[in-house]
């Protein structure tokens, strides 16, 4: 690209019709306020900030280049919209993990409780009492 980048901005990808920018983690402000501007471009289709990873991707009618897009939306007026707030991932996970383990622990003791249970059939001349033979009671075959 030879039209000049915002700082901390750099091209990760660039095909016909889609560009991707990534921006260095100060510049994650810079980010967001090039992507409002370039979702006010006639040109562009489609635009996905990813404030994690501080990555913007551009669709647009791949007739036009992807300099020009980004050269006239650096010339835009500013749009004021404040930038969406980082959401923390791990206290966020943290909290999801600690929710669920009360239904680990008790799906965990009924597993076990049911395998101990299913252990202590109680067993007749060696034959567990789901494998009895239907005769006669104590499990021994009806003679003839």
């Given amino acids: 690209m030879e039209v000049a980048l915002p700082a901390g901005a750099q091209l990760a990808h660039r095909l016909p019709g889609r560009f991707r920018l990534r921006f260095q983690s100060g510049a994650a402000a810079e980010g967001w306020a090039l992507a409002l501007r370039v979702a006010d471009h006639p040109d562009v289709t489609c635009v996905r900030w990813g404030g994690a990873s501080r990555s ?18 650096l010339r ?29 622990v008790q799906f965990g ?16 001349g060696g034959v567990s009492g789901a494998r009895l033979p239907a005769g006669r009671p104590g499990g021994s075959p009806a003679r003839r």
Avoid: K, N, Y
Wanted: net charge positive; no cysteine; charged share 15%.
């Fill in 56 to 73: 913007l991707a551009v669709e647009h009618h791949p007739s036009v280049p992807a300099e020009r897009i980004v050269a006239e939306s």
């Fill in 109 to 124: 003791l009924t597993l076990v409780g049911g395998l101990i249970a299913s252990s202590t059939v109680p067993r007749i």
């Fill in 76 to 104: 835009a007026a500013v749009p004021h919209a404040p930038m969406p707030p980082r959401v923390p991932v791990r206290p966020l996970v943290r909290a999801v993990l600690l929710a669920l383990v009360p239904g680990f």
